[in-house]
């Protein structure tokens, strides 16, 4: 069984501060999704990075893969506090031509004005 | 598009009652997937479907549950008795096959069984 861990699974911090979210696995996946969700609705897709290495910025938000395509980081500068919400890492693994998604447990962030 | 429908938003039921959600995936999106969502578990996927034929459906926690998909533009989750420990927020998803292709999901069916 895959499995992503994520941390810290819980961080509130104050409007302006710098944090890193962090994504990792014992696990190779074809590609890692980080996507958002706000209370009472469903999650959203932030970005999708696909080569090891690759860096993906989306404003304020950094996104990086690892060399080895097994874990991810989320980087966010200068928090806001509509960046509060829960931040969930998925790995993607490609079984009988389906992609198929794996979720970490989520790192709830919480913003503080 | 609308997105992902997922219907109805809330569900309250009595233990041992048949509970039946529904879900309208994006058009032309060939792949719909089933989740439940829980504070100690997260996401779990349930189930999921190509061209709506059921691929896997090794996350369905026992026969109480089942899952179908009668065409291209509908699904439904049932559960048959439900029980408390069901309770818990469902999702749908869809999506196509292409790698980095992210999943859209639906706003979810909060269910709660008393």
């Known amino acids: 069984t895959q499995l992503l861990e994520q941390s810290p699974q819980f961080l509130s911090i104050q409007e302006g501060e710098n944090l890193t979210v962090y994504c990792n696995s014992s696990?190779?996946?074809?590609?890692l999704q980080w996507y958002r969700q706000e209370p009472g609705e469903g999650p959203v897709l932030l970005v999708t990075v696909v080569t090891g290495g690759e860096v993906k910025k989306l404003k304020r938000l950094t996104f990086q893969f690892g060399d080895a395509r097994k874990d991810s980081s989320l980087h966010i500068t200068a928090a806001q506090t509509g960046d509060t919400g829960l931040y969930l890492c998925a790995g993607a693994t490609i079984i009988q031509g389906a992609q198929k998604l794996v979720f970490g447990q989520g790192t709830r962030l919480t913003i503080n004005p | 598009d609308a997105g992902v429908i997922q219907s109805p938003r809330h569900e309250v039921t009595e233990m041992g009652q048949e509970v039946t959600l529904r879900c309208k995936p994006i058009?032309?999106?060939?792949?719909l997937f089933w989740y439940r969502q829980t504070m100690m578990r997260g996401l779990e996927l349930l189930i999921y479907?190509?061209?709506?034929?059921?691929?896997?459906d090794s996350g369905m926690p026992e026969d109480r549950f089942s899952a179908k998909m009668p065409n291209a533009s509908f699904s439904t989750l049932k559960i048959q008795p439900s029980e408390p420990r069901d309770s818990a927020v469902y999702f749908c998803a869809s999506s196509v096959i292409r790698v980095g292709y992210g999943y859209t999901f639906g706003s979810g069916t909060r269910l709660t069984v008393v």
């Open positions: 479907f190509n061209n709506n034929v059921p691929i896997d």
């Open positions: 058009s032309g999106h060939d792949y």
């Open positions: 696990s190779v996946f074809s590609s």
